[in-house]
């Protein structure tokens, strides 16, 4: 029983870390702002148009493409088979001992459901820029 509230006990830690942190920072940054140890005034470089390229302040929202967020869900999807594809074929020489030919097999349903997406977007020609 008393390892049961022991295990509570540093979820509770933790969730007070993940709470803390963030308000810290933020209140760090007022400090540091009252202070003026971090300047607070605007200048043309902060005033400038970002990777969007568009101006960071205009008097009336722009028309922005809509490719430019299809490219980014697409480089999610297979952002996401990368992050997943790189440590299992680190670890296959581990796994071929222990599961034999189903970690392989695992492995080609998730790269097949992966290629669903890509499919689809190939043949509605979301990967060309025009």
Same mark, same amino acid.
Request: no cysteine; glycine share 6%; charged share 15%.
């Given at each position: 029983m008393q390892d049961y509230f022991r295990q509570y006990g540093l979820l509770v830690i933790f969730v007070a870390i993940a709470i803390g942190m963030?308000?810290?920072?933020?209140s760090l940054s007022l400090l540091a702002q009252r202070f003026k140890?971090?300047?607070?005034?605007?200048?043309?470089?902060?005033?400038?148009?970002?990777?969007?390229?568009?101006?960071?302040?205009?008097p009336k929202p722009t028309l922005f493409n809509?490719?430019? *967020?299809? !490219? /980014?869900?697409?480089?999610v999807v297979f952002d996401v088979e990368t992050v997943f594809l790189y440590p299992w074929a680190v670890k296959y020489g581990v796994m071929t001992q222990q599961f034999g030919l189903v970690?392989?097999?695992?492995?080609?349903?998730?790269?097949?459901?992966?290629?669903?997406? *890509?499919? !689809? /977007?190939?043949?509605?020609?979301?990967?060309?820029?025009?």
């Open positions: 963030p308000i810290g920072m933020l140890v971090r300047p607070s005034r605007s200048s043309e470089v902060k005033r400038a148009a970002y990777e969007s390229g568009m101006p960071p302040m205009s809509i490719r430019y *967020y299809q !490219y /980014a869900l697409l480089f970690a392989l097999g695992a492995m080609l349903v998730f790269l097949g459901v992966l290629t669903v997406p *890509y499919l !689809y /977007a190939w043949r509605k020609r979301a990967l060309e820029w025009q």
